[in-house]
């Protein structure tokens, strides 16, 4: 019955001019069966798409497929990464004046860290966990760059940044660099992770800086992350808590939600 209904339904099948309910003349040949095969092969891939959308419209299979689509993604874009492939910086004149840029946040402005008392909370994979003061932090070799910050949301601005790179905090710490993952806790509750290899790029910023200036308690005072090769919501703000591990319990706020763990720029 299947073959018959595909059969009726290939423009290559009508040619033939049989009936659905006669058996093809032409299929009496070993040569025609192989043709008929290649052809029903064609018209089935064609058909493929279509059948994974139909898919979509069984409520039961929406969530798992979508999260398979975004687990290759991620795992797809893992493997084009390049450690060594700089995001792109840009001159004075085209950064976005401090006052313009935006102010994003997933629960409040200022969730009133400390800066006094403040430190970063460190452990996992490392030689020295314990606690680090911003001034170890920057004590850390300075490096300045004007890079991209993109939002999910839809927007983007071009800002300057300063800081040490996360790579040498983690030769401060003793990492264990062939660890999978760096995590970080948030004073806003909020959570994200990283591949090694994003936080060994010397892209990726410990940010205490902003045109100059320390962090304003509104873009993550006293200390951020800055990840120009990475969609904004990686860069969390009001870092407390830093880990170095192989096992994710979770991969981030937005990521536990059904957004991308990877998403590269």
């Given at each position: 019955?299947?073959?018959?209904?595909?059969?009726?339904?290939?423009?290559?099948?009508?040619?033939?001019?049989?009936?659905?309910t006669?058996?093809?003349q032409f299929?009496?040949?070993?040569?025609?069966?192989?043709?008929?095969?290649?052809?029903?092969?064609?018209?089935?891939?064609?058909?493929?798409?279509?059948?994974?959308?139909?898919?979509?419209?069984?409520?039961?299979?929406?969530?798992?497929?979508?999260?398979a689509?975004?687990?290759?993604?991620?795992w797809?874009?893992?493997?084009?990464?390049?450690?060594?492939?700089?995001?792109p910086?840009?001159?004075?004149?085209?950064?976005?004046?401090?006052?313009?840029f935006?102010?994003?946040?997933?629960?409040?402005?200022?969730?009133?860290?400390d800066?006094?008392?403040?430190?970063?909370?460190?452990?996992?994979?490392?030689?020295?966990?314990?606690?680090?003061?911003l001034?170890?932090?920057?004590?850390?070799?300075?490096?300045?760059?004007?890079?991209?910050?993109?939002?999910?949301?839809?927007?983007?601005?071009?800002?300057?940044?300063?800081?040490?790179?996360?790579?040498?905090?983690?030769?401060?710490?003793?990492?264990?660099?062939?660890?999978?993952?760096?995590?970080?806790?948030?004073?806003?509750?909020?959570?994200?992770?990283?591949?090694?290899?994003?936080?060994?790029?010397?892209?990726?910023?410990?940010?205490?800086?902003?045109?100059?200036?320390?962090?304003?308690?509104?873009?993550?005072?006293?200390?951020?992350?800055?990840?120009?090769?990475?969609?904004?919501?990686?860069?969390?703000?009001?870092?407390?808590?830093?880990?170095?591990?192989?096992?994710?319990?979770?991969?981030?706020?937005?990521?536990?939600?059904?957004?991308?763990?990877?998403?590269?720029?």
């Amino acid at each position: 019955m299947l073959a018959c209904v595909v059969a009726c339904n290939f423009p290559n099948a009508r040619e033939s001019q049989w009936s659905c309910t006669d058996r093809p003349q032409f299929m009496d040949s070993k040569v025609d069966k192989k043709r008929f095969k290649r052809v029903s092969r064609r018209e089935l891939l064609k058909l493929t798409p279509v059948v994974a959308l139909g898919a979509f419209a069984i409520p039961k299979l929406q969530v798992p497929l979508l999260r398979a689509g975004l687990g290759f993604s991620d795992w797809a874009s893992s493997l084009l990464f390049r450690g060594g492939h700089l995001a792109p910086t840009f001159a004075a004149a085209a950064v976005t004046p401090f006052e313009q840029f935006p102010i994003n946040d997933y629960d409040v402005d200022d969730p009133e860290v400390d800066l006094e008392h403040w430190s970063l909370s460190v452990g996992g994979q490392v030689q020295r966990a314990g606690n680090y003061t911003l001034a170890q932090v920057q004590a850390l070799p300075k490096y300045t760059q004007n890079t991209r910050h993109v939002c999910v949301e839809g927007w983007d601005v071009i800002g300057n940044f300063s800081g040490a790179r996360l790579s040498d905090f983690l030769k401060l710490i003793g990492a264990d660099t062939s660890s999978r993952f760096v995590t970080v806790q948030c004073a806003d509750e909020y959570y994200e992770s990283l591949d090694m290899a994003t936080a060994l790029h010397p892209q990726t910023l410990l940010c205490y800086e902003m045109y100059g200036h320390p962090l304003t308690r509104e873009h993550g005072a006293p200390l951020r992350l800055t990840i120009p090769t990475k969609i904004g919501y990686k860069q969390a703000k009001y870092l407390t808590q830093l880990k170095v591990t192989n096992v994710l319990e979770k991969i981030g706020y937005w990521e536990d939600q059904g957004y991308s763990g990877f998403y590269g720029l």
